[in-house]
């Protein structure tokens, strides 16, 4: 019951920071489930956002489910995914009643404007740190480069790359490399 | 009734955003739409708040609509339907997952996956600063201010792992840039 309730806490901690979508929550994740409370290990935070990003849904709560399911099974899972959507209801529930009056303080909507530069810092950290950590050879380290000029550049000049197209892609890339490998080494 | 269709809606947009966030907003414009829940004003309104507060867009989305349409009950159910979806589908992956991982097509698969997706990460950190450092509705204009201040608190946040032993915590990047952005901005 104690670590159910820890789960809540520490998920409602960690909802209460996920700005701008999701990715940056994947450093504050990293941060408290990996390094403080040693909940998941590196290995399993890196198939979270496999998992994460080839599944429907928010990133944000795809995490929490899965760190609540690995440590607590299905009760585990319901009190992670619940805790990280508390936050951001109360919030949003109050804006839709007090809606305008709270973006019209200038000094709030400007502090909103600097968490937008600690969110991008924060994606771009998770990023880095994910391409650290991978298995890095010749195949890996070109999908990587490919992937990252391609995402940057058509964002700069504004045109369109699916990204699951690129991840679907990229997955069969990976299965015939592994195919061909194998017929090689069978003859 | 209300919290049915709120239900069946949301549970839509829930079941086909794939990689979350701004990749969701053409199936919710097209849910909320079909529904008249929000004119497109308050969408493109709504869709810059749920950047600037916490939580995932298509929740805060779900929330906001519901609340308008049918109260806390309509914001609940609302909620509700948009993560049961990821809720179930992850279980049942996890699932999966344990049985099938150390399968060598498995891992050929994540072979090409991963590198993917961290580029992408890395793509989307790199570009939403570029965003961020240029003057809006002004074609490659830099914005020196907003650019002075990222570095300053990237040079903060990965600096101070250097010497400090954890480093600033990212929810600590979080509430320094808030304070940084009400002081200077």
Known sequence: ?187 | MIYLELFIGFLKVGLFSFGGGYAAIPVIRDVINHYGWMNEDMLTYMIAVSESTPGPIMVNLATYAGSTQAGIIGAAVATFAVVLPAFIMIVVAVAIMEKFIDNDYVQAVLQGLIPCIAATIAATGIYSIINLCIVKNQKYMPDYKMMILTIILGTIYFGSRKFVKKGLSPIGLIALSAVVGAIFL
């Open chain 1, 1 to 187: 019951m104690l670590e159910l309730i820890e789960l809540f806490l520490t998920f409602a901690k960690i909802g209460m920071f996920t700005f701008g979508g999701g990715y940056a929550m994947i450093s504050i994740i990293d941060n408290i489930c990996v390094e403080e409370k040693k909940w998941i290990t590196e290995d399993e935070m890196m198939n979270i956002t496999v998992i994460s990003q080839s599944t429907p849904g928010p990133v944000a709560i795809n995490c929490s489910t899965f760190v609540g399911y690995k440590r607590r099974g299905f009760i585990g899972a319901i009190f992670a995914t619940v805790g990280v959507i508390v936050p951001s209801f109360i919030m949003i529930y109050l804006l839709s009643m007090f809606f305008s009056k709270f973006l019209e303080l200038s000094w709030v909507s400007n502090a909103f404007s600097g968490i937008k530069i600690a969110v991008g810092i924060l994606i771009l950290d998770a990023g880095v740190k994910m391409l650290k950590q991978m298995e890095k050879n010749k195949m890996t380290i070109a999908i990587a480069t490919i992937s990252l000029i391609l995402m940057v550049v058509s964002n700069v000049f504004v045109f369109n790359v699916s990204v699951t197209l690129l991840m679907a892609l990229s997955s069969i890339f990976g299965l015939v490399m592994f195919i061909i490998k194998k017929h090689q080494k069978g003859m």
